[in-house]
């Protein structure tokens, strides 16, 4: 079977986030989302972001999900260079526990914007999800899966609720 183009761009400063983010690739992969996966670091290959950029442009991706520990500008660099939508994960990479990469990643100035999500694993799924949900505005396949997903979650939670309410006194 021909491989599919990717609606996606995963990277990541370090091939030692790979193991968080695997949480944004299976949550991809869950939901019928073509990726391609890259390490690449603002600071130690700016060059080879900036081409990577606008060869995945031109190759077709629509969203870009970056992720990065420490003094975390990829998500920066990324945004600076495209005009499609930049997810940002920030990641527990030093002794501060990932308050430096996320506030490196949220913190963008007016008219560049990077969607940041939660630290760490929680925030890599996530950036998954989101990414998803943007597609979805021009993809019916994707919304179906998301919602699909939406009722799994409702009745996960109703069945933990009448557990939880079976342990009432009365
Ligand atoms: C960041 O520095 C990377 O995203 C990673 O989270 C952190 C440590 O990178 P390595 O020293 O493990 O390559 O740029």
């Not at 979805?136 to 309410?165: C, F, P, Q, T």
Request: aromatic letters at 2%; a positive charge.
């Amino acid at each position: 079977m021909a491989k599919r183009k990717p609606q996606v761009a995963v990277l990541m400063g370090s091939d030692s986030d790979l193991p968080v983010m695997e949480k944004c690739l299976k949550t991809l992969e869950f939901l019928g989302i073509s990726f391609e996966v890259s390490v690449l670091s603002a600071h130690r290959t700016p060059d080879d972001v900036a081409k990577y950029v606008a060869k995945a442009e031109a190759g077709g991706v629509q969203v870009f999900v970056c992720a990065a520990g420490g003094a975390a500008h990829l998500a920066g660099a990324v945004v600076a260079r495209t005009l499609r939508p930049v997810i940002g994960v920030p990641l527990n990479a030093t002794a501060l526990g990932g308050l430096d990469a996320l506030l490196s990643t949220v913190q963008m100035p007016s008219g560049v914007p990077v969607a940041t999500v939660a630290v760490g694993e929680m925030g890599a799924s996530n950036a998954g999800f989101l990414a998803a949900r943007m597609l979805a505005l021009s993809d019916a396949g994707i919304r179906a899966r998301l919602e699909a997903h939406r009722d799994e979650m409702v009745k996960g939670v109703l069945e933990k609720n009448a557990r939880a309410r079976g342990k009432s006194s009365s």
